[in-house]
């Protein structure tokens, strides 16, 4: 089984250091401003996440087993280590911290289930692992970055987690964001990337450099580099959210 | 009472928290220190408790501790950061393997005890332990990247504080990352999450307890709680009756603890 992007993710956003965008701190405080004014009449504490990338929803068991252990995978590599199996690698690691319920759905997997999701994770991991290239300590990776911004005095809260970050808040752009799914990507992942990069510049008060999503399913990856557009596609969201609410 | 002071991450505001803190913080003396454990000992159950701004925010019973890659990170990546800081290891994620494997030789050379970290990391498989140091590393990269936001002179915090109750088998525990050595001595912990409405009341009870530990019961100027995760800081005054409120609410939480005991006993 072979997959051979041209780039590695981290190639792909990082850009050119040497022309990477002064990090203003303003851009924070107007979308901030903008965003409040939405809620200023609402009363219900409203929570907007990040929109589902395409199949998230799905229930069933080999799906929810296969997105899990992209993300442990994900997480395992921003830890430095280098897995051999990666099916058993990423669910040993989950069975030591995530919830038993998925552990009960593989024991009911027969034979011809567990070779064929086998065949299936080692599919992903091919594609994860050659995306994802070695990520050099020095670039600060950190996996399942978790953000919870209350605005409006907490009348709206936004939540996001993001698979994979690298680079450090500084005076100039330089955090990347990089999303992972083990879906193929669909229409909404730009507004999932976007969205990323409006939760990281409200958290931080900087706006990140640049903000991507890859699917392990198919190898495609979406890549922006943050500017004024991609910040208010995601703000158009989070009103979208907050109308529907 | 001082006020709650707010400001988001980042700018003038943040930086004013970290700065500008009351020249004066006053100091408790032993009567009062006496004062506080004879109202806790009278409270004190049979078992040795711990209160801390956790007890104090708390809504529900505790449940029983076990260790996990989450509640792991803090005692890793507070000790990864002063590895960072000592110039010891050269990133975020070599520090933190570094004192994993310190952990792991202490176990292996039968230095911890059944229950400790040490004990429970020897216990995991590789891929596990990978993800606790994913954890840790997020949380000593939260870290660093607030310690060059900092903008003042700092250093991290050796160890949390405690202060143990003559008599009272109860130990009270601050949480504490940076020290800001300034004018005046500013403490700043951080935390995960986002602050709820007893953030308060849990930062008081921390004012207090760092007074209470300090040699002289000299209080911080400022006691300055951050939640990276919402990009919020949170701040209270060293003020007398800031000290007072919190010492307060330790007392509560020792009240409710003491119920808890009482009614699992019953």
Known sequence: MTYAPAMTILDVVRGDPLSRPLSEESVALALRTRIETWV???EEPIIVRAPRAEGAALAQSASRVRGIVVHELVRLAAAGYDWRNPAVD???AWRANGPRELVEDLARFDADERAALRADLEAHAVVLRRTLGSLPPSWMP????????????GRLTLVDVVDLMAGIVGSRASVALVDVTSSPLGADAEDRVAYHALVQTLRTSRVPLASAMVSTATGDVLSREVDDDVLERAAGYVQRCIEAT | MSALTSAPLHGAR??????????????LDDEQRRALADRVRSLAGSEPRRLDAWSVERVEAPRSFRWSAMNARRTLGNAALRRVASQHSSSVLEAVTDVVTDRLLAAAAGFARPGSLGHWLAQLDDPARAIVVAEATNWATTLVELSHDLDVAWRPAASDAYYALAGARVTLRAQREFLIDGSTRIVVRVRSGSPGRSAGAGLRAELAVETLAHPHGDAPGRY??????AGLALAVEGTLEDVRTGARHLLRAARRASADGLSRAA
């Open chain 2, 224 to 229: 300055v709680g951050i939640w990276p995760d």
């Open chain 2, 14 to 27: 943040f930086h004013a928290l970290l700065t500008d803190a009351p020249a004066l913080a006053p100091s």
């Open chain 1, 142 to 153: 950190r996996s399942a970055v978790r953000a919870r911004v209350a605005l409006a005095g």
């Open chain 1, 90 to 92: 990423a669910l040993n």
């Open chain 1, 40 to 42: 200023t009449t609402r």
